[in-house]
Nanobody, 125 residues
Framework: QVQLVESGGGLVQAGGSLRLSCAAS????????MGWFRQAPGKEREFVAG????????AYADSVKGRFTISRDNAKNTVYLQMNSLKPDDTAVYYC??????????????????WGQGTQVTVSS
């Protein structure tokens, strides 16, 4: 059983930064591929970023590459999403995603089995 809890969302002005955190329960965390997705009202869920169990491989959506950075701290059972140069189009609920078996890196086409409750990110213009 894997439980995921996101935090760090909020309201920020365009050009600002936020860091999202996702704390995972269940052992061993070091075996989980982790990722972030987002969904804006009335829009489809969108892949944002993914990271391998050992942190050595990452994947990013083209829309966020160069602005967002995914990282993990296995000792803290936590994955992070550092979001810089935020744009109003980044406004969405951000969801943490995890897989504990077959996925090496979470991507748009390799979605994990577990989801967090989501955290709201709102970017004002």
């Amino acid at each position: 059983q894997v439980q995921l809890v996101e935090s760090g969302g909020g309201l920020v002005q365009a050009g600002g930064s936020l860091r999202l955190s996702c704390a995972a329960s269940g052992r061993p965390f070091s075996t989980y591929a982790m990722g972030w997705f987002r969904q804006a009202p009335g829009k489809e869920r969108e892949f944002v970023a993914g990271i391998s169990w050992n942190g050595y491989s990452t994947a990013y959506a083209d829309s966020v590459k160069g602005r967002f950075t995914i990282s993990r701290d296995n000792a803290k059972n936590t994955v992070y999403l550092q979001m810089n140069s935020l744009k109003p189009d980044d406004t969405a609920v951000y969801y943490c995603n995890a897989d504990d078996d077959t996925i090496v890196v979470v991507t748009a086409n390799a979605v994990g089995d577990y989801w967090g409750q989501g955290t709201q990110v709102t970017v004002s213009s």
